[in-house]
C-alpha cells in the first residue's frame, strides 16, 4: 500500500472509530473522545505493517460486526496495521491459550503511526474460547467490543456476565476485570486514556482451570 493510500485509510479508521464511540453511553466516553480529539490529526509518521496468527480470526470478527462503515474502514487500513501481543506478561502468568491466540494494533499512541503521548487507541482481537485471566492496571480503560456475546467479570472468582456486543466496559484504574470470548472472535476498540506506559499485572483467581478447561 502506498504510503498516501495508507495515510488515507487510517485515518478513515480513526474518524470512523470516534464517530463510533461518540455514540455510546456510559463512563469514560467523554475522556476518550477528548484524547482522540486532541491527537488524532497529528501526523502520520513511519507505517510498520504486521501480522500474527490471531489475525486470522479478523475476516469472521469483521462479517460479525453489525457497523458496515467501520467494518470497511478496519479492512482497507489492515494492511497498514501493526499487530502485536501484549509482553507485559509473563507467559506463564497469562497462559498459553491468550498468549498464542490474542493481538493489538495501536492508532493513536506512543510508537504509533499518529504520535501521543500517555494515550493510547486501537484494536484488540483474540480467537474464539479463549479465557484472558484477571488483571488489572493503571491505566482508566475503555473497550467497545464490536463483536459478542462474550463474558465479563470485575473480581475474580465471580461468575461471567455475558454482554453483547456494542455494549462499553470502562476499568477504573486497577478495577480488577476478565474477558471470556464467546462464539465469534473478540474484536473491541480499546483506549487507556493515562498512564498508558505502566504495565498490567495478573490478579491469580483458583478457577482458571476450570474456565480454561470446560468439561
Not at 498516501?4 to 456510559?26: D, M, N, P, Q
Not at 502485536?84 to 507467559?91: E, K
Not at 499518529?114 to 492496571?137: C, K, M, N, S, W
Not at 493503571?138 to 461471567?160: C, N
Amino acid at each position: 500500500m502506498q504510503n498516501s493510500t495508507a495515510e488515507s485509510a487510517l485515518r478513515t479508521l480513526v474518524a470512523e472509530i470516534e464517530t463510533y464511540i461518540s455514540t455510546l453511553k456510559g463512563p469514560g466516553i467523554a475522556s476518550v473522545l477528548e484524547g482522540i480529539g486532541k491527537w488524532a490529526r497529528g501526523p502520520i509518521g513511519q507505517i510498520k505493517s504486521r501480522s500474527l496468527p490471531a489475525c486470522d480470526h479478523l475476516d469472521p470478527a469483521l462479517r460479525a460486526m453489525g457497523k458496515p462503515s467501520l467494518a470497511k474502514a478496519i479492512a482497507d487500513a489492515r494492511p497498514s496495521l501493526k499487530w502485536i501481543t501484549y509482553d507485559g506478561y509473563s507467559r506463564e502468568d497469562i497462559g498459553a491459550g491468550f498468549a498464542d491466540n490474542h493481538a493489538f494494533a495501536s492508532l493513536i499512541g506512543e510508537g504509533c503511526p499518529i504520535e501521543a503521548v500517555d494515550f493510547d487507541l486501537g484494536l484488540f482481537i483474540i480467537a474464539p474460547h479463549i479465557f484472558y485471566r484477571d488483571h488489572h492496571h493503571a491505566a482508566p480503560e475503555l473497550y467497545a467490543p464490536l463483536t459478542g456475546p462474550h463474558g465479563w467479570r470485575f473480581k475474580p472468582g465471580d461468575p461471567l456476565v455475558w454482554k453483547e456486543a456494542d455494549d462499553p466496559v470502562w476499568n477504573n484504574p486497577w478495577d480488577p476485570h476478565a474477558t471470556m470470548t464467546g462464539e465469534a472472535p473478540f474484536l473491541a476498540i480499546f483506549c487507556w486514556t493515562r498512564d498508558a506506559s505502566q504495565p498490567a499485572k495478573i490478579i491469580p483467581s483458583p478457577d482458571w482451570p476450570t474456565l480454561e478447561n470446560p468439561s
